[in-house]
């Protein structure tokens, strides 16, 4: 399937109060998973934990992404959008106060196309998917 995906972040609302995008970024892969606890007997125990969102992004770490790296209370909202060849929507992922817990730089030397990627894991408290949202409960 040929389309493009984009990761657009922005500052919370209380500090943007004209809600604009501060960074785009394109995607080459994105998933998301959630998970529920479940007992030795294969059943459910928890509700459903954690909502994180991982992405590639074909690129050299900026700044901004190093702070979001480095700083424990840096969050941001965002969404990523999913278009097909004719830049028809397929998906969008919004998610509120996003956290970056995770960060790794894959380097690949030249012949594969794409050299760098880097890999974000993003946990948000708050991601709508569709008509369903989805709150994170911290303890």
Same mark, same amino acid.
């Given at each position: 399937?040929?389309?493009?995906?984009?990761?657009?972040?922005?500052k919370?609302?209380?500090?943007?109060?004209?809600?604009?995008?501060?960074?785009?970024?394109?995607?080459?892969?994105?998933?998301?998973?959630?998970?529920?606890?479940?007992?030795?007997?294969?059943?459910?125990r928890?509700? #459903?934990?954690?909502?994180?969102?991982r992405? +590639?992004?074909? $690129?050299?770490?900026? %700044?901004?992404?190093?702070?979001?790296?480095?700083?424990?209370?840096k969050k941001?909202?965002?969404e990523?959008?999913?278009?097909?060849?004719?830049?028809?929507s397929?998906?969008?992922?919004?998610?509120e106060?996003?956290?970056?817990?995770?960060?790794r730089?894959?380097?690949e030397?030249?012949g594969?196309g794409?050299? #760098?990627?880097?890999?974000?894991?993003?946990n +948000?408290?708050? $991601?709508?998917?569709? %008509?369903?949202?989805y709150?994170?409960?911290?303890?």
């Amino acid at each position: 399937m040929d389309g493009k995906a984009t990761l657009k972040l922005r500052k919370p609302s209380k500090d943007n109060t004209q809600n604009l995008y501060l960074h785009n970024y394109d995607v080459i892969h994105c998933e998301y998973s959630f998970d529920k606890g479940i007992t030795k007997e294969g059943q459910v125990r928890t509700e #459903v934990l954690a909502g994180n969102i991982r992405v +590639a992004l074909p $690129m050299l770490p900026t %700044d901004e992404l190093m702070a979001w790296v480095f700083d424990k209370s840096k969050k941001y909202n965002g969404e990523i959008s999913i278009n097909d060849a004719y830049e028809e929507s397929l998906e969008k992922i919004y998610f509120e106060e996003g956290r970056c817990v995770g960060f790794r730089m894959h380097y690949e030397p030249a012949g594969s196309g794409q050299d #760098v990627v880097l890999l974000l894991t993003i946990n +948000a408290q708050r $991601m709508i998917i569709g %008509d369903v949202e989805y709150k994170n409960r911290y303890n």
